[in-house]
């Protein structure tokens, strides 16, 4: 079954998901967000739902947590929404966030208008934010001040003799786990929720609370061998909800353990899946589809993150950042959307299957 592109913009990658929604009978909420896309479009998260609005058993479908994820995400949601509608058992309510990110999904960037990456800014804002003084020694290094060729070269052999001293495993938890006190820099957490992230638990409040049952899919790409999708938890191996979504669907590997292509992450929001609905039993997994190396990855996203804090994102250089950091997250070989759909299919199907024993 032959999947479409991945859409060239946000623009028609949200336009292309309304019709498919429409066209399969769901119901359409979206809500403006206040910012406006690269195109100065508008920008939206935009819900589809399918199923009754009671319903004690819920599926929720997110992508674009991290904005130029939504590409494949918005893929397969629309797919779905066009071939596999009718597979839906009908006492379970299916709900597909569009683009919890639009911001990024619109600017082509991993993060949110603040240079923030959602899935570090789940924490405990009662709290002091964790510090991280590996990342700190590394941030001008990551994120230099300027972009020439010479300082490209210079930035990453130092930073490839911290992998030489630290071993690739700690490099990568000690960048991408999350840090709070480089505001510029990559895998930012912010200073306090942030407009999606409060824009997640209202809409939770408003349409997961008559639900006693819920699993969560989020689409991520980046990570991994190119057009798998390695199922990750975000909670330890040894507690029940874990234990419960390796029932669901067989191999989901925990961040936690050591053998996920995800560090583990400081302020991932489906580690607070359960606070979404504190009434429901609740079983969350990430499908992480992969792309290129991960150096080629942090390339792009170091390319990015200088281009918004030092450098011009109107500007002349914008637009060869912006491919080269869409092309580490979004292939558009038609053969790799392709690879990544019958991952989805079976995990929504799985899903299905448990919440109609």
Avoid at 121 to 133: E, G, L, M, R, T
Avoid at 159 to 182: C, F, K, P, R, W
Avoid at 334 to 342: F, G, H, R, T
Wanted: glycine share 8%; charged share 20%.
């Amino acid at each position: 079954m032959t999947i479409s592109p991945l859409s060239p913009n946000y623009a028609t990658a949200r336009a292309a998901f309304l019709a498919a929604a429409e066209d399969a009978g769901a119901t359409i909420d979206s809500t403006p967000h206040p910012r406006l896309g690269v195109e100065g479009e508008p920008l939206a998260v935009d819900v589809a739902s399918l199923g009754p609005a009671d319903a004690e058993d819920v599926v929720l479908v997110v992508s674009g947590t991290h904005g130029v994820e939504g590409y494949a995400g918005s893929a397969l949601q629309r797919h779905w929404l066009e071939t596999g509608s009718p597979l839906r058992p009908p006492a379970v309510r299916l709900i597909m966030v569009h683009a919890l990110n639009p911001f990024g999904f619109s600017w082509v960037r991993r993060v949110n208008e603040d240079n923030v990456d959602l899935n570090r800014n789940f924490i405990d804002w009662a709290a002091a934010p964790p510090a991280n003084a590996a990342y700190d020694r590394m941030a001008d290094l990551l994120v230099p001040t300027e972009w020439t060729e010479a300082e490209q070269a210079r930035t990453v052999t130092a930073l490839l003799e911290i992998v030489a001293e630290v071993g690739m495993t700690q490099m990568q938890a000690d960048v991408s786990g999350g840090q709070y006190g480089n505001p510029t820099g990559v895998f930012y957490g912010g200073t306090g929720p942030v407009w999606s992230h409060t824009w997640l638990r209202t809409f939770a409040a408003d349409h997961l609370s008559a639900a006693r049952r819920v699993g969560i899919i989020d689409l991520h790409t980046g990570l991994g061998p190119w057009g798998f999708g390695e199922l990750i938890g975000s909670e330890s191996t040894t507690t029940p909800s874990h234990q419960r979504a390796q029932r669901w669907w067989g191999d989901v590997i925990s961040m936690f353990d050591g053998g996920s292509v995800s560090a583990p992450l400081v302020g991932d929001w489906q580690a607070k899946a359960a606070e979404l609905a504190p009434q429901a039993e609740v079983t969350a997994v990430t499908i992480e589809y992969g792309t290129v190396d991960s150096l080629t990855v942090l390339q792009a996203l170091r390319a990015d993150a200088w281009l918004h804090s030092h450098g011009d994102p109107t500007g002349a250089e914008a637009p060869a950042i912006r491919a080269a950091l869409r092309a580490a997250f979004a292939d558009d070989d038609p053969a790799w959307i392709e690879a990544l759909w019958p991952r989805f299919e079976d995990v929504l199907a799985a899903a299905f299957r448990q919440l109609s024993d």
